[in-house]
């Protein structure tokens, strides 16, 4: 059991973002909220998977919609509570400890907040090991939970339970929702065991968030180039390896809102003029970064948009003409990248007409 | 008490749809469904409004969506049963009178086949006194009931539960949700105790589609002119004046499906060739018809296509180039013309850019 007080949610909330490749929302917003809930109800206990006992109910929680709307729709802080309030009664079960469904920048800090208010643990696991833009791709779903029922709420009191006959349509469904709630809205959804948590779940990623976080800001504080701490401290986890695809500058985004999703594609000049430029396709989250000849790194591994000085991580809401960045990708591990769940979020689940193709071939192109 | 047996549906089908203004779902396979419970399970037990007890708990019911789909997505006659499973939980209550939410081809016998198949009676009445497109456009809105809890369910088990903060929002989530289920759904709402069924409801409307319907059959049966004995049978209710506004072809029906509506028009040009072509426009019902110089008639007042020869009424989707067909308009029920119903069912509801006229002052052409 390790507790999160207030002053950890910096390194956490940076390192959530990390992970959330662009996606999971925006992680300021998200530690605001998350402070205030431990301010107002104290530490959040997080328990490692191994901790929590086979019959606790677990279930996931966590903001949907389009991040580029929450940053104009401030939440209030107390919008899942209409969310687990319908869950439970729909479930006909009190929820004892809640599980992030991504670690994002937004979506880590919720089961925070929700645990804090609610006084029950959080776990040290997440159900997609990074953010990913629908809620069935998640390895509770790969591994057999069901994402209902699930509920939605908005900051008005509007909460839809939703039963569908499994978990695409269950999103298929929540999205809709979601939408005419005006593209933002809170879901709290994968009831299921403890036992079951343990076998289905991306394991110490809240840990690893944290990991993240603390190590940006150790290099920051050392005057290290943040990007070399970070490859390393990915060496020491099961992520196991990071490459720096590129440094360069944001010269174009292009971002619309379509079906609910933030979608679009940012374009990366080198600064080393004889390399090629990358562009990185948004749903959510970048998902796919590739030059005119190649590609660098597709999803289900992690691309990440950090600030070239500070190494803080850019949200694709957050994205800019001029950013000056560095691409990073990180190999995702081994519970997401197998056949069964490649089926549910790998590249084709996406649209994208490309296989995966991991990036441990890849090498930073200035070594 | 009346005993709603399967040789009596015929003419509550077709009374239903004329009431219908061309929605509430095809009377045909809405007839189908219904004989085929009453088969099953036996006459369903129907209730004068003053006739149901002040406790007893009453819920409406209903098909959702755009009525073009019905026909391609022939309903199995157990879907309503998921809808009452989900509501009764969401509501606490079980449901013991089944109400209609509105008075149409299929709307009138989804109710009939979910009281066959729950074995509870029907009242003898509904929310409309004729179809409207949206769900909070019902009498139970306008005097006080709330929409929610609203459950809806699909053919394939997928169900959905919506507590939203008012009847309009209840619409506008489950209409999201209904087309994401294919364009055509199944509901229940308005749960309420017989005391405010009895305050809230257009009475009667059971009753009078079957006596519509008989009308109809019975002046075909003796070779009279059906659209004079509809005229004179409606001078008995309080539906009271019933106008002929035209008599012709159908030369023109433009149909398209837009935010889970069957929107479009049709132009009927009179056999006579010296008056003026008649527009119809519909969003699910028909609800305006004029000339380019005129309105002759604007909702909530009904406005009714027969078939020429045998007064069947057709419904939107059922509208075919080349048919001869009488047009008819027939004047609402005080209860659907005060300031607050016209507020929620008046033409500026549907973005019509009239206000309500009624059609007392309007004549028979060739009178």
Request: charged letters at 20%.
């Amino acid at each position: 059991m390790r507790l999160i007080t207030a002053d950890m949610l910096e390194d956490l909330a940076v390192g959530a973002a990390v992970l959330g490749t662009g996606g999971g929302g925006d992680p300021y917003i998200g530690k605001l909220l998350a402070q205030a809930a431990i301010e107002e109800f104290g530490p959040v206990r997080m328990l490692r998977l191994e901790e929590v006992a086979d019959a606790t109910w677990v279930a996931a929680c966590g903001g949907m919609g389009a991040p580029t709307i929450v940053i104009e729709k401030t939440p209030a802080g107390d919008e899942l509570d209409a969310a687990f309030a319908a869950y439970e009664s729909a479930a006909g079960r009190r929820v004892e400890a809640i599980i992030a469904f991504e670690a994002g920048g937004m979506n880590s800090m919720a089961p925070i907040l929700a645990a804090a208010r609610r006084n029950v643990p959080l776990l040290d696991a997440d159900g997609m090991g990074r953010a990913f833009p629908r809620l069935e791709m998640e390895t509770f779903n790969v591994y057999g939970v069901d994402a209902n029922p699930l509920a939605v709420a908005d900051e008005h009191g509007n909460v839809v339970v939703i039963k569908a006959r499994n978990s695409a349509l269950s999103e298929w469904f929540a999205r809709a929702v979601t939408i005419r709630m005006g593209g933002q809205s809170w879901v709290v959804n994968y009831g299921m065991d403890g036992a079951t948590a343990r076998r289905v779940s991306v394991p110490g990623t809240m840990s690893l968030a944290l990991g993240i976080g603390a190590t940006l800001r150790e290099a920051r504080a050392a005057h290290r180039d943040p990007i070399d701490d970070l490859v390393a401290f990915f060496a020491t986890t099961h992520y196991k390896r990071a490459v720096l695809m590129e440094s360069g500058k944001i010269v174009d985004v292009e971002r619309f809102t379509k079906d609910g999703w933030a979608m679009g594609s940012a374009t990366i000049v080198p600064f080393d003029r004889r390399r090629a430029p990358v562009t990185v396709t948004i749903q959510n989250e970048y998902l796919l970064a590739r030059t005119a000849e190649r590609m660098l790194a597709i999803v289900p591994d992690l691309i990440c948009i950090l600030d070239f000085d500070t190494a803080t991580p850019i949200t694709t809401e957050r994205l800019r003409y001029g950013q000056r960045v560095n691409l990073l990708a990180v190999q995702t591990p081994p519970i997401m990248r197998t056949e069964a769940a490649l089926a549910v979020f790998g590249p084709r689940c996406f649209g994208l007409d490309h296989d995966y193709s991991p990036i441990a071939g890849l090498r930073r192109w200035d070594e």
